[in-house]
């Protein structure tokens, strides 16, 4: 199976704050690369696709970068909404398998 | 917008068997644009693929769970369904239905992307003597 491999596992920061989250495969998955955002209680729900595609209704605030093992989750002005767990995900080859978390907390 | 929602039951014994079904609304399970799948979490856990079914009732699940694992798919219903034998309190966890946007390339040396575009809202399963 394919390892991914968040970083941090957490972190605080201020609204306002650039964050970046850091997603690493452990094999080449090419652009095949989801972030999802997860709230408390919640559900998951869909960030990105293909590494860098915005789905639809998601503020551009957030943008993703990356190919092959590395990538990247920045969200370019923290707003009090965003504080909430990131999972990436790859779908290059089955079984598909998630990072471990990235729990973006508040400073 | 589509919607999905689980149920079953919450609460199970060691060894007997989880049965949980996935009711579609909003949009029709036998698009064939879509994959539908389950992903579980552990409590504070991250998130764990368990296997999909397409409309034509072709199915994958992860070989970690492969040999308890059996999905189904009831288009006259917009249902699909999970079951999976034997459990112990290893299962205990929130299961989530979920579609597969299956993105086809128009490459024709590229695989489609497949990501998980709708949600259900989970379902919380705890397994105890």
């Known amino acids: 199976d394919i390892q991914m491999t968040q970083s941090p596992s957490s972190l605080s920061a201020s609204v306002g704050d650039r964050v970046t989250i850091t997603c690493r495969a452990s094999?080449?998955?090419?652009?095949?690369l989801n972030w999802y955002q997860q709230k408390p209680g919640k559900a998951p729900k869909l960030l990105i696709y293909a590494a860098s595609t915005l789905q639809s209704g998601v503020p551009s605030r957030f943008s993703g970068s990356g190919s092959g093992t590395d990538f990247t989750l920045t969200i370019s002005s923290l707003q009090r909404e965003d504080f909430a767990t990131y999972h990436c995900q790859q779908s290059y080859i089955t079984p598909w398998t998630f990072g471990q978390g990235t729990k973006v907390e508040i400073k | 917008q589509v919607h999905l929602q689980e149920s079953g039951p919450g609460l199970l014994k060691p060894s007997q068997t989880l049965s949980l079904t996935c009711t579609v609304s909003g949009g029709s399970i036998s698009s064939g644009n879509y994959y539908w799948t389950w992903i579980r979490q552990h409590p504070g856990k991250g998130l764990d693929w368990i296997g999909y079914?397409?409309?034509?009732?072709?199915?994958y699940y992860n070989p970690s769970l492969k040999s308890r694992v059996t999905t189904s798919i009831d288009a006259s219903k917009n249902q699909f369904s999970l079951k999976l034998s034997s459990v112990t309190a290893a299962d205990t966890a929130v299961y989530y239905c979920?579609?597969?946007?299956?993105?086809?390339?128009?490459?024709?040396?590229?695989?489609?992307?497949?990501?998980?575009?709708?949600w259900g809202q989970g379902a919380q399963v705890t397994v105890s003597s």
């Open positions: 979920a579609r597969v946007f299956v993105l086809v390339s128009t490459d024709l040396f590229s695989q489609d992307h497949y990501y998980f575009d709708s």
């Open positions: 079914i397409n409309h034509s009732g072709d199915t």
């Open positions: 094999q080449t998955i090419s652009t095949f």
